[in-house]
């Protein structure tokens, strides 16, 4: 069955050093869509970046890429130069292909804690 | 423009009781979603629809019920409350998949505080 698997339910990081989020998923399907989520103590949801199955290269969005290795099945979620308001629960989620309807799933989260 | 809309912001049910909770896009996306997020958990996908008239079964569709008449229009209906619905509940939108692209991300409303006690 296709599933999100995030393995960290909390990480530390000091500001200004850099993170790194794991994210591994499973699918039948050929073609699926990775996505990282940002969600902060008011509860909105925010997209991060995303990465395509056929992408040959990682997605890089500001102070965040994506470290996809396909065949490892890992989408990790890299911040750079992290700040205090990266403070948040963040989420890797897949859009699933013709197999699994086309519909996103969502991982459990991780829950990050810059420290000053 | 409004994006996606969801009514109410809280409500708190007695154990029983049923209700509806509204969710209203207005960006003529084909899909749209309902997840429940339980404290300090990921998303759940509850139900999705395609399209006006169709809607499928997520992870955890038990004591739920959906409806798309309208592309609109997607509510979410809780027929007898229990103490295990209490829950953020979320609904979300997205465009359909377009040429085999997948990269089009999920559209939020600012979600639904519900208490069953």
């Known amino acids: 069955a296709q599933k999100i698997t995030q393995t960290q339910p909390g990480m530390f990081v000091q500001e200004k050093e850099a993170v790194t989020l794991d994210c591994t998923y499973d699918?039948?399907?050929?073609?699926?869509?990775l996505f990282w989520y940002k969600q902060p103590s008011s509860g909105e949801m925010i997209f991060l970046i995303y990465?395509?199955?056929?992408?040959?290269q990682n997605a890089t969005e500001g102070r965040y890429s994506l470290n996809f290795q396909k065949a490892r099945k890992s989408a990790n979620l890299v911040i750079s130069a992290s700040q205090l308001g990266d403070s948040a629960m963040y989420f890797c989620?897949?859009?699933?292909?013709?197999?699994?309807?086309?519909?996103?799933?969502f991982g459990a989260g991780t829950r990050l804690f810059v420290k000053a | 423009n409004a994006g996606v809309t969801q009514t109410p912001k809280f409500r708190i049910l007695k154990i029983g009781q049923s209700m509806t909770l509204q969710c209203a896009q207005d960006?003529?996306?084909?899909?749209m979603y309902w997840y429940r997020q339980d404290p300090g958990m990921g998303l759940k996908l509850i139900y999705y629809?395609?399209?006006?008239?169709?809607?499928d079964k997520g992870e955890v569709p038990n004591g739920y019920n959906v409806s798309r008449s309208t592309t609109e229009d997607f509510p979410l209906r809780l027929e007898l409350a229990a103490p295990s619905q209490t829950s953020v509940y979320f609904c979300?939108?997205?465009?359909?998949?377009?040429?085999?692209?997948?990269?089009?991300?999920?559209?939020f409303g600012s979600g639904t505080q519900l208490s069953v006690l």
């Open positions: 960006m003529n996306h084909n899909y």
């Open positions: 629809s395609v399209g006006a008239g169709i809607t």
């Open positions: 699918t039948s399907d050929q073609s699926y869509g």
């Open positions: 990465q395509g199955s056929y992408d040959e």
């Open positions: 989620a897949m859009r699933e292909g013709n197999t699994g309807g086309f519909k996103t799933i």
């Open positions: 979300a939108s997205s465009p359909s998949p377009g040429q085999g692209k997948l990269d089009e991300k999920l559209f």
